[in-house]
DNA sequence: CTCGAAATGTGAATGCGTGAACAAGCCTAG
DNA sequence: CTAGGCTTGTTCACGCATTCACATTTCGAG
């Protein structure tokens, strides 16, 4: 048994470390290293070796006993399985400083990713340019979708519009949302969603914090 | 036993989960709502109505049988629990576009947070002013830190300066640190840390996803 | 005042994820 | 060619987190 099966049910936090593992690589690729271990990556990462083993060991066998792991054969192997060996073209809504600062973001490409077009429904942003994208108007969110074949969108408008934001790209047929909104959203459960909230990373770590003044 | 002491060892994931139902609680009092029950927070937030009882069980009995939560005081109480019935001074290190949009956020102070110094080791960046804030040279961090009194700060600077930038943090002081740079930094334990990788996000999802193209 | 519906807080049970430990395999040195 | 050290993949046991289920309490209708 050369390969294992990838479409069995691996628990979901395992596939959420993925990434992580795949950015270490990255890091050891950039130091022209060209093997690494189980020991070395948790050490990095701060995960047991155990961890990482196990978690490789649901996709394949990747590894080699006393040699460990090619960084990378590892790598591609780890973007095969994230269907990242590919760029997935995205859309963002809004055109507020955190949309601005998604378009010009240049760590999207070289992982797998690439903004190709950034709607708003302010009239004010319509029409003007950022890192070389015409900003576009919701009437156009979902034809545009439709043309550049786009699954995955990024939502970065105020709370209020969040919901009916993600509503119009699952229609558009968007089948992954990633919403910096702070507020839960509601879609079909075949849409993926996830979301980055940095005032709760904040509150998590001031809950451990003792005030200074 | 009218309140349970919170310096019991609460797990972290339910600490976690704690600011998911303060921004839940922030739209029910938008919403001129009074009560709410764990059955309607959990509707909202996906999360079985069980898991947000006994979340706050740990912390003491917030709620009235028959009757569920007052929403105004879970809400205090949570701010309370997380320390955020306070305002937490901020540092922001990196002011490219990452950066100037974490100083102009809005959502922050509502929410207990406020950025109140802005640093880069570019020259033709320091001085520039940015919502109020002059954005200063690295060599002020040390003493800008201890002057606002900042135990809270967020990097965002290219990957290849994190690690050092995080050891002038800590150095200063800093116990918390929210970093958005695609790597893991290596800080004493005292330190809290956060990360957020957009990336890691969307390549979590993209693993569920089927290849249009 | 009484009854029923609703909702909490919690002990018990289930399920899942993590870490320890080991057999098996690979490489290098001598 | 052999021996020893290193590392993987996997099994097992433990512990933690989540869900279930229920006794208890509250509110409101009649």
Known sequence: MIRMGNSKNIPDIVIGRLPIYLRALNLLLAEQREYTSSHELGERLGI????????????GEFGKQGTGYNIAYLQEQIRQILHVDREWPMAVVGAGDLGRALVHYRGFVPRGFRVVCVFDNDPARIGERIAGLTVQPMSELASQ?????????????????????????????VEAILNYAPITISVPDSVQVQYIDPVAHLQHMTYYLTPKT
């Open 145 to 173: 979708i439709a043309a550049h074949r786009v699954q995955v969108a990024m939502i970065a408008v105020p709370l209020e519009a969040a919901q009916e934001v993600a509503t119009q790209l699952v229609e558009a047929g």
């Open 48 to 59: 047991s070796s155990a961890q990482i083993r196990k978690d490789l060991s649901h996709f």
